[in-house]
């Protein structure tokens, strides 16, 4: 018995290294001019061998100038997301904490919007998220550690305050926008797109994704602890304020980057932990892992619908409500069974 746990382990973290390569292979090969996994391995290793006039000009402007900075995107935003989700799960010991807990998703969203609003590029645009996204949580702190408490209650009631503070300024942007200009831009962005991804802005915003995901996964045995109470994790011998703080910051950069990148994208950072916690279980130190990897699985999947199901492309945030609504529905029925 022992062994044969050992092997499902072994053949799960190889399945979970895995299925995010094989997903983007093949969603690289989806769209209007479609491309066969075969045709797709056979180009890129053409032009590692022999260069980019080694391979069809059509073949390399689809997958290399257009389609791959979108499937790097996704698999980052979508790990990212997941990650944070998680993360933020273990910090508040509650199962329905989201990056939305500290404000961050609506902090960078106001950042996004107003930026639009003001006529900056992309680059602007994602500076701006990026600013305001990280300037959210950092007031959520100072209004939810003052006093001698500090405690994560007084963290989320904080988050909700500065959250719909935020949303309110939103909400006031698009109020002021140009109905036939601005506003429009606007609404679109808040729905969530891939649309805007290059290389440009993957240099930008990539680097904060990939260092927020390696600290959470050299923590990753350590957000096991933060499910104890207080007084269990400081008799461990583990720096509670500093453990969170890194924990908060490292979350942080990745929504807020995130959100500069590809707008508001709900469901993935709540739907996916709770998906690999029935999959892999509660150790966070499988549990890390398996959202990274399933989290881009799941952003490719989504993304490759939204550009490829119709000829118009359909916000992500639609695609992602639809399915991980009834699925999220379904697990939670499937715990409760399993409880009784």
């Known amino acids: 018995m022992p062994d044969g746990h050992r092997v499902n382990k072994t053949l799960t973290a190889v399945v979970l290294a895995v299925a995010p390569l094989a997903t983007a292979l093949v969603c690289l090969g989806i769209g209007r001019i ?8 056979d180009g890129l290793w053409s032009m590692a061998v022999s260069g980019r006039g080694s391979v069809d000009p059509q073949l390399y402007s689809v997958l290399i100038g257009l389609r791959l900075p979108r499937i790097i995107l996704a698999m980052l935003a979508g790990a990212g997301m997941a990650l944070a989700g998680c993360s933020f799960q273990s910090l508040f010991s509650n199962v329905m904490a989201t990056p939305d807990t500290l404000g961050v998703t609506a902090g960078a969203s106001f950042g996004a919007v107003l930026a639009i609003l003001l006529g900056g590029g992309m680059v602007t645009v994602q500076l701006s998220a990026l600013a305001m996204g990280i300037g959210a949580v950092a007031l959520t702190m100072a209004v939810g550690t003052r006093g001698r408490s500090g405690s994560t209650v007084s963290m989320i009631l904080a988050g909700i305050i500065v959250s719909s503070m935020f ?8 109020y002021v926008a140009d109905p036939d200009s601005k506003l429009p831009a606007i609404t679109y962005w808040l729905m969530g797109s891939l649309t805007n991804a290059s290389y440009q802005s993957l240099w930008l915003g990539a680097p904060f994704i990939l260092a927020g995901i390696l600290v959470l996964y050299m923590l990753r045995w350590k957000l096991n602890i933060l499910v104890l109470s207080d007084d269990e994790i400081r008799s461990l011998g583990s720096r509670l304020p500093l453990l969170r ?3 908060i910051a490292a979350s942080t950069m990745i929504t807020a980057s995130c959100i500069s990148m590809c707008g508001q994208v709900g469901w993935v950072g709540l739907l996916v932990p709770h998906f690999c916690r029935l999959l892999v279980g509660g150790d966070h130190r499988r549990l890390v892992p398996a959202c990274i990897s399933l989290g881009a699985v799941f952003l490719l999947v989504i993304d490759t619908v939204a550009r490829a199901a119709t000829a118009a492309e359909i916000p992500i945030s639609i695609l992602t409500a639809l399915i ?14 399993l409880s009784r």
């Open 34 to 41: 479609g491309y066969s996994p075969a045709q797709i391995v």
């Open 167 to 174: 949303q309110a300024f939103t909400s006031l942007v698009k």
């Open 245 to 247: 703080g890194v924990v």
């Open 324 to 337: 991980g609504a009834p699925v999220f529905l379904f697990m939670m029925r499937k715990a409760e069974g």
